[in-house]
């Protein structure tokens, strides 16, 4: 019989300021379908460019995990946020996080987990508001012990899909980011996990502004961390990525960092890109929000 291997990665930097937080689970994935892209949507980005920018109304505040290894759990409730916005056109309160890293036992809380386990905690169990269950790990880079009301919860996830196949082994430099752009314009925000460069000249802890750069492989075994895609510039002079990450808003462009587009899969960025859809479990639920948000637009040349 053979054995699933599930590999945990460090989850502090060298400068011991970043936590990540990537532990892939093999047995999560089985059965997990990936969208298809049609081609001519592809081709249309390669043909005419995009440019979307969902950061501008479709996420909630910038959030910050910490020095807990946490960032499935951010990147896993930031898709369930925009998706909740795409969905209502009402953008949600901040949803909890800190149920996942202590409620869902597949995971591993601080230690590390995997988006796709927490969708599949979220299908059973919704989530609650982070004003009901707040963030306390990200403090003490603890887990805490599961406190959460059954009774108390606004959303769920209904299904969650890759929006192109994953890279899970091996060199991943050949992934087609064109179609993850097209995907990115036709669904929302992704849910992806990467390589932010620990250990290498392109280490993201480093990072600052503008368009990243330095050497930050796409190698299926450097995935180390887990964060939100939320926009893509292919008419730009230097083609990027937008990417929001969950190490507070000081860190980087007030909490995002561009990543180049269409060099060899830079960062892994089209490694490991999950759609995630979900719901409000009633009416109330939603009107409760607070957040009312307009109408998503966005351009593409």
Same mark, same amino acid.
């Given at each position: ?6 590999v ?29 892209i049609?081609?001519?949507?592809i ?21 910050d ?47 590390g987990g995997?988006?796709?386990?927490a969708?599949?905690?979220l299908?059973?169990?919704? %989530? &609650? /508001?982070? #004003?009901?269950? *707040? ?9 805490q @012990?599961?406190?959460? +009301? ?14 192109i196949p ?7 430099s ?7 752009a ?7 925000p ?13 280490d ?18 450097l995935?180390d ?6 926009? %893509? &510039? /292919?008419? #730009?002079?230097? *083609? ?9 808003? @000081?860190?980087?462009? +007030? ?30 639920d ?16």
């Open positions: 019989m053979r054995s699933l291997v599930v945990a990665f460090c989850f502090i930097t060298a400068t011991g300021k970043y936590s990540r937080g990537y532990k892939r689970n093999a047995v999560s994935r089985i059965g997990m379908r990936t969208i298809e049609a081609q001519e949507e081709d249309q980005v390669l043909s005419d460019g995009v440019v979307v920018d969902w950061s501008v109304n479709a996420t909630t505040a910038i959030k995990q910490g020095s807990c290894g946490s960032c499935w759990a951010f990147s896993t409730i930031e898709g369930v946020e925009s998706s909740l916005f795409l969905q209502s056109g009402v953008l949600p309160e901040s949803l909890s996080t800190e149920e996942l890293v202590d409620c869902d036992k597949v995971d591993a809380g601080c230690n995997d988006i796709p386990t969708c599949r905690y299908e059973r169990k919704n %989530v &609650d /508001t982070d #004003a009901d269950y *707040p963030d306390k790990s990200s403090k003490s880079g603890r887990t @012990s599961c406190s959460w +009301d059954s009774g108390e919860y606004v959303a769920a996830v209904t299904s969650y899909s890759f929006a994953e890279c899970s082994q091996g060199d991943c050949n992934q087609d980011e064109y179609a993850l097209a995907a990115l314009k036709k669904y929302g992704l849910s992806i996990c990467v390589n932010s460069g620990e250990d290498q000249t392109g993201w802890a480093k990072y600052t502004s503008g368009i990243a750069s330095g050497n930050c492989k796409a190698k299926a075994h995935i961390h887990c964060v939100q895609l939320v926009g %893509v &510039d /292919t008419t #730009a002079s230097e *083609p990027f990525w937008k990417v929001r990450n969950s190490w507070g808003s @000081s860190w980087g462009e +007030d909490g995002f960092i561009r990543l180049p587009f269409g060099q060899d899969n830079y960062c892994c960025v089209a490694c490991e890109a999950v759609i995630i859809e979900a719901t409000y479990t009633s009416t109330a939603m009107e409760k929000q607070t957040q009312k948000a307009p109408v998503i637009t966005f351009s593409s040349t």
